[in-house]
């Protein structure tokens, strides 16, 4: 009875090993290099957003709505249409 608690955080351990495994390769197949730099320089300045664009991209892929690879190009319009839009701020000088 004391081995199965022990043995429960290993098994959760590998099966998170085993979700991130299976993650890392469909992005790999998603995106094409570009995209992944891209997505990689993004998680190092937001990493929230990084997620996000993951999250994503693995709900297309699982879904099979993703035809195609995503080029950079694509991946700038998914980050613009997360990130919403900015507000502009002028400044008149009196």
């Known amino acids: 009875?004391?081995?199965?608690?022990?043995?429960?955080?290993?098994?959760?351990?590998?099966?998170?090993?085993?979700?991130?495994a299976l993650r890392e390769n469909i992005m790999r197949m998603a995106l094409t290099s570009e995209a992944r730099?891209?997505?990689?320089n993004i998680r190092m300045v937001k990493p929230q957003i990084a997620q996000a664009i993951e999250e994503y991209i693995v709900q297309l892929a699982s879904s099979g709505k993703l035809k195609q690879v995503v080029n950079d190009d694509q991946l700038k319009e998914i980050?613009?249409?997360?990130?919403g839009k900015k507000r502009e701020f002028t400044i008149k000088r009196i």
């Open 37 to 40: 730099q891209r997505l990689a």
């Open 79 to 83: 980050l613009g249409s997360m990130q």
């Open 1 to 20: 009875m004391y081995e199965d608690r022990d043995n429960q955080p290993k098994a959760e351990a590998q099966e998170d090993k085993e979700k991130k």
